[in-house]
């Protein structure tokens, strides 16, 4: 068993952590009420237009932008992996880093694969294993939509000139506080809808459909790569929040445990000197 002295410091240790921890999870909690409220103010409207934008593409041709729908043999593709760029958020990174690395395997094993990083954690990891044409660590300081156009458009501009054939963003979607869904999400070519919806729905095109398209296409896709990155961000504070927490109770447990042990061996040293000043009281008398 561990001296007291021992104990007294490792009960030290993990009050300091305990304190970390604990700041940590306020500081997410914090954060998140804003991330949430964002992310859920702008779904319906991010919904909308997509379902919008996937019945119109069903009509396009060519010659009225249907270069955003264009089906092409896929032999280059672009995957958007979105983490963070902090850790102590608990499988959060590293569910988005498994579930692209086995896409990858799984689905496009001998394709030229490139990856555009956004967060630091993905950047890093997925560095060493894949050919990261470039990352993005600092959109989190100033997450905007007019910083998000700036990467959308790369990205669309990729596709139209051939660079690419397919571009897929990977993500965690945010449900609450407590639970985060990795998505694979189709990012072009704009995926028609299925099914009769199409066949259902009768649009009156003003102004003409030609010009709807160069408009609302470029903007739905830039409102979608948005929505993945407000998703992701407000599932980063929601991870930490929840994995600080645990950590906190963990660590409560730890110290429990272990004032526990320390009363335990501080008795026993207790009990150890009466009874050798009890054994030398009765040697004198004897």
């Given at each position: 068993m561990a001296n007291l002295k021992e104990i007294r410091n490792r009960i030290t240790s993990i009050g300091s952590t305990m304190q970390i921890t604990s700041a940590m999870k306020m500081v997410s909690a914090a954060k998140l009420k804003k991330a949430q409220d964002a992310i859920t103010a702008m779904r319906p409207y991010s919904e909308k237009l997509t379902e919008l934008l996937?019945?119109?593409?069903?009509t396009l041709d060519a010659n009225a932008g249907g270069v955003y729908s264009e089906q092409r043999e896929v032999s280059k593709v672009l995957l958007v992996a979105i983490t963070s760029n902090r850790g102590l958020c608990g499988g959060f990174n590293s569910s988005v880093i498994k579930a692209t690395t086995k896409y990858i395997e799984e689905s496009y094993d001998g394709k030229d694969v490139?990856?555009?990083?956004?967060?630091?954690?993905?950047?890093?990891?997925?560095?060493?294993?894949?050919?990261v044409v470039e990352s993005n660590t600092t959109i989190f300081d100033n997450l905007t939509f007019d910083n998000v156009a700036v990467i959308a458009e790369r990205i669309t501009d990729s596709f139209?000139?051939?660079?690419?054939?397919?571009?897929?963003?990977?993500?965690?979607?945010?449900?609450?506080?407590?639970?985060?869904?990795?998505?694979?999400?189709?990012?072009?070519?704009?995926?028609?809808?299925?099914?009769?919806?199409?066949?259902?729905?009768?649009?009156?095109?003003?102004?003409?459909?030609?010009?709807?398209?160069?408009?609302?296409?470029?903007?739905?896709?830039?409102?979608?790569?948005?929505?993945?990155?407000?998703?992701?961000?407000?599932?980063?504070?929601?991870?930490?929040?929840?994995?600080?927490?645990?950590?906190?109770?963990?660590?409560?447990?730890?110290?429990?445990?272990?004032?526990?042990?320390?009363?335990?061996?501080?008795?026993?040293?207790?009990?150890?000197?009466?009874?050798?000043?009890?054994?030398?009281?009765e040697a004198l008398n004897n």
């Open positions: 996937q019945s119109l593409s069903a490139s990856i555009l990083a956004i967060g630091k954690k993905g950047a890093d990891l997925l560095d060493k294993q894949f050919n139209i000139d051939g660079t690419y054939d397919k571009v897929e963003i990977i993500y965690n979607e945010f449900k609450n506080a407590a639970t985060q869904v990795t998505q694979i999400e189709q990012f072009l070519p704009i995926a028609s809808v299925n099914g009769d919806t199409n066949e259902h729905v009768d649009y009156i095109f003003e102004p003409s459909k030609a010009e709807i398209v160069l408009q609302l296409i470029p903007k739905s896709l830039k409102t979608q790569l948005y929505k993945s990155i407000r998703d992701s961000f407000a599932s980063e504070h929601g991870a930490r929040m929840t994995a600080m927490h645990k950590a906190t109770d963990n660590a409560n447990d730890l110290r429990n445990d272990l004032l526990l042990t320390y009363n335990k061996a501080r008795q026993a040293a207790i009990t150890n000197e009466i009874l050798e000043i009890v054994g030398g009281a």
